[in-house]
């Protein structure tokens, strides 16, 4: 049973279209982080969150971080063809030190 | 800055090999950690450094696997032996400072392939 469970598992869009990805747990967290992972490459940070209800946008991504800090989504608007990737939630608890628990990711095409 | 440098980036070998990979992290960065990705069970710590002292290894899988840091530029996992079920991706990233905010860069990562 993965502590974190990320949704959709996979997702195929077409250029343009507006989505939606969640992170989801039954567990608090102190923070919680999500990251973007191209094939080939290592996961790259998009951004933190850390307080319950906070959003955060970076361009077309919109972050939300629950009111419990239980969950987070992310929002992408007008998806491009340069957002396909994986999308990993990672979180931590403020008295584990610096291990974080990844999910197992949402996998993303946006087709031209 | 070139980034976290791992090598090989690619790694073939028969089961009952040692098999070592390589990490540069990036200059200044006091953390150091390994991590192992498959498709079944996604990103998994199995053990990072703080200023080259190693400080959780719980998620080092068993006695086969070793790692050792012995200056702040250069650390390396060791799998002896090596076994099919370890295939998967290694990557190795690195942090600057405390705290489980502080951003992980990755390397592009080691994808080892057991036959």
């Known amino acids: 049973t993965q502590l974190l469970e990320q949704s959709p598992q996979f997702l195929s869009i077409q250029e343009g279209e507006n989505l939606t990805v969640y992170c989801n747990s039954s567990s608090v967290f102190s923070s919680l982080q999500w990251y973007r992972q191209e094939p080939g490459e290592g996961p790259v940070l998009l951004v933190t969150?850390?307080?319950g209800g906070e959003v955060k946008k970076l361009k077309r991504l919109t972050f939300q971080f629950g009111d419990a800090r239980k969950d987070s989504s992310l929002h992408i608007t007008a998806a491009q063809p340069g957002d396909t990737g994986l999308y990993l939630c990672a979180v931590s608890n403020a008295g584990n030190n610096r291990k974080l628990i990844w999910g197992l990711g949402t996998s993303l095409a946006v087709n031209p | 800055d070139a980034g976290v440098i791992q090598s090989p980036r690619h790694e073939v070998t028969e089961m009952g090999q040692e098999v070592t990979l390589r990490c540069k992290p990036i200059s200044g960065h006091n953390s150091l950690f390994w991590y192992r990705q498959t498709m079944m069970r996604g990103l998994e710590l199995l053990i990072y450094?703080?200023?080259?002292?190693?400080?959780?290894d719980s998620g080092m899988p068993e006695d086969r696997f070793s790692a050792k840091m012995p200056n702040a530029s250069f650390s390396t996992l060791k799998i002896q032996p090596s076994e099919p079920r370890d295939s998967a991706v290694y990557f190795c990233a690195s942090s600057r400072g405390q705290g489980s905010n502080t951003e992980a860069f990755f390397g592009q990562g080691t994808r080892l392939t057991v036959v």
């Open positions: 450094f703080n200023n080259n002292v190693p400080i959780d």
């Open positions: 969150v850390v307080t």
